[in-house]
């Protein structure tokens, strides 16, 4: 996984933190993916919040190196958002 390939892999894990959004109820929050559905990322930080993935943009943590990712890149079920961008010699 680096910069350029993140929207393609499970988010589960990584460490981010909402740096932009319409709402500024959510910006601000960070914390590590707990789990992640077709419309949300469940970021635990000191409680765990559900974020609207297209009403924000993300910064994730890749080892040393900061990723800053639209929201709207990362709408879709989690194993169909690795499929469809990807090609695939199983399709």
Not at 23 to 40: F, K, P, Q, R, W
């Given at each position: 996984?680096?910069?350029?390939?993140?929207?393609?892999?499970?988010?589960?894990?990584?460490r981010?933190?909402?740096?932009?959004?319409?709402?500024?109820?959510?910006?601000?929050?960070?914390?590590?993916?707990?789990?992640?559905?077709?419309?949300?990322?469940?970021?635990?930080?000191?409680?765990?919040?559900?974020?609207?993935?297209?009403?924000?943009?993300?910064?994730?943590?890749?080892?040393?190196?900061?990723?800053?990712?639209?929201?709207?890149?990362?709408?879709?079920?989690?194993?169909?958002?690795?499929?469809?961008?990807?090609?695939?010699?199983?399709?």
């Amino acid at each position: 996984m680096n910069a350029r390939t993140l929207p393609r892999h499970e988010l589960a894990g990584l460490r981010t933190e909402v740096v932009d959004s319409p709402n500024a109820d959510l910006v601000g929050i960070s914390g590590e993916v707990v789990d992640e559905t077709t419309n949300t990322l469940l970021v635990a930080g000191d409680r765990v919040k559900q974020v609207p993935k297209a009403a924000a943009t993300f910064r994730f943590t890749l080892d040393d190196t900061r990723v800053r990712v639209d929201g709207e890149r990362l709408v879709a079920r989690p194993a169909r958002r690795t499929e469809t961008t990807t090609p695939s010699k199983w399709r």
